[in-house]
């Protein structure tokens, strides 16, 4: 299997829709589609059940995730060791969920500004992972949202988001115009795997153990809200569906949007690459 398809799949499996998949990817869905195809007949089994709404992973594609996921975490473990023996001036940047934040755009085009010669490298990962790999070693910065286990990293906060929580339009809570934590009581709620950072998984159930459903993605959260009407939590200038709506919540606190790197990191790309992002991120 090449860690192309394999990419592919995690993309398709991540986003539970090809369109999405494919415009996260940078192409279009034909080929997708076919590299999935593909792959599906070479591990001889279906991996996802398709329908007009979407795509929902099979058995077989619920363990081929698992899997793909450590090998391509490994080969990213790899080519970071070798960019590092040749003496490459590289940067790799983790950032958590999709990407969108506008802050993003307007540090990339200042970072590439102040370093055109510098090869930065992103690494996208996924909500079970606040750190986005910092720890692991594959990256040298994050682009992420505390709180976490900080110990031995240094944070730099670049801007602070009120929070809310996601409910399905059509829920009568979405017509009302705050929420308290507490007129969540009895509702189920996503969760993050077993393993998960407890600071951080804390923070978004709200402060105490919740039930409802396990997810790793940002669109595998707004999919639970929307087919099974759970609640969860999420920045109120996020963008998301006409069938979901974010409703203030009056005793959360904020998110905080930070830039965290390893302590004593002596590497001017990196400092360089916080300074530039508490510019680009200031209001």
Known sequence: MELRTLRYFVAVAEELH????????HMSQPPLSRAIKGLEA?????????????????????????EARALLDHAE??????????????????????????GVARLAAAYRRRHPGVDIRVRETDLTDPTCGLRAGLVDVALTRAPFDDTALTVRVLRTDP?????????????????????????????????????????????EPREGPVVRGVQECLQAVLWNGTVGLAPIDGDLPAQLAVVPLDDMAPSRVVAV???????????????????????
């Open 163 to 207: 929070v809310g929580v996601v409910l399905r339009a059509d829920d009568p809570l979405a017509g009302r115009g705050r929420l308290r934590l507490a007129d969540l009581d009895g509702r189920r709620w996503f969760r993050f795997p077993q393993g998960t950072d407890p600071l951080w998984q804390s923070y978004w159930n709200g402060g």
């Open 77 to 102: 473990r790899v080519a970071v060791r070798v960019r590092a023996a040749a003496g490459v001036a590289t940067v790799t940047v983790g950032i958590l969920g999709d990407g969108t934040d506008p």
């Open 42 to 66: 070479e591990a001889g089994a279906p991996l996802f059940v398709r329908s007009p709404a979407g795509v929902t992973l099979t058995a077989a594609g619920a363990v081929l995730l698992d």
């Open 261 to 283: 790197w390893n302590e004593g990191d002596t590497n001017p790309l990196v400092r360089s690459f916080v300074e530039t992002a508490t510019a680009a991120y200031r209001p």
């Open 18 to 25: 090809f369109g999405r998949a494919a415009t996260r990817l």
